[in-house]
């Protein structure tokens, strides 16, 4: 029978040794990067945090940063009453992503995630394909499609959130009780979307993500070195 997941039990072993302070300042997606401020990230967080209620045009705004495909775009709406949600949700996290996707067509669990990492950085951060497989203690199914790679939105995927979230929680935690101050760049201080050294769940996923970018790098290039050469 396999155990339980103890999020705080593979926060200790996963961050070890990690330096989080250098993987967050190597973070890059879509132009944004530390060095410009994550200028498109920091304006959609502006735009969004702790907006009770998101607009079809909030929404395409999220989905355009993910790089959403075309055709699931065009199905995107509006409005949610994200705020309401949450409320009712009561700290579930597997019950708010539940239902926030349930409301936006065209979301799955990935992109239902990053609207809700906008919406409250200090609680979320994003779970997509590339997350996914770096933690398979997650237990998440990642599909192959025509467009890429997915997480099905399935109960089990939303519980699998709900833990995410708890160990990003956990990781903050961790980081902010050892005094190791996250290099926010200084235009999200002056715009006051953090306190300054403390880390976010957002932040902590952001750092998660470039490992997980640079894990795969190398895996690619130690294939690409094993592939036999042509023959001429």
């Given at each position: ?128 394909s590339v997350l996914a497989r770096s933690w398979p203690a997650l237990g998440l199914q990642v599909c192959s499609g025509a467009r890429g790679s997915y997480v099905p939105a399935t109960m ?44 976010t769940c957002a932040d902590v996923e952001m750092a998660l993500f470039a490992k997980a970018k640079r894990i795969r790098r190398c895996r690619l290039s130690r294939q690409a070195g094993h ?6």
């Amino acid at each position: 029978m396999r155990a339980a997941f103890d999020p705080n039990r593979h926060v200790l072993s996963v961050t070890k040794g990690w330096a989080f302070e250098q993987l967050y300042t190597c973070y890059r997606w879509q132009g944004d990067s530390h060095e410009n401020g994550f200028r498109n990230m920091t304006r959609l967080e502006q735009r969004l945090r702790l907006r009770s209620r998101m607009t079809g045009k909030d929404i395409l705004a999220v989905a355009a940063w993910g790089r959403l495909p075309g055709r699931r775009a065009r199905l995107v709406s509006g409005p949610v009453d994200i705020g309401a949600l949450d409320a009712k949700a009561a700290g579930n996290a597997a019950s708010l992503i539940r239902d926030v996707k349930q409301k936006i067509r065209g979301f799955g669990l990935a992109f239902t995630s990053k609207l809700l990492r906008f919406y409250d950085p200090v609680r979320f951060g994003v779970l997509d394909s590339v997350l996914a497989r770096s933690w398979p203690a997650l237990g998440l199914q990642v599909c192959s499609g025509a467009r890429g790679s997915y997480v099905p939105a399935t109960m089990e995927a939303f519980k699998s959130y709900a833990t995410w979230v708890t160990t990003l929680a956990c990781i903050a935690s961790r980081l902010n009780a050892a005094h190791r101050t996250c290099p926010h760049p200084p235009v999200l201080l002056a715009k006051r979307l953090r306190e300054k050294g403390r880390w976010t769940c957002a932040d902590v996923e952001m750092a998660l993500f470039a490992k997980a970018k640079r894990i795969r790098r190398c895996r690619l290039s130690r294939q690409a070195g094993h592939q036999p050469r042509p023959r001429s």
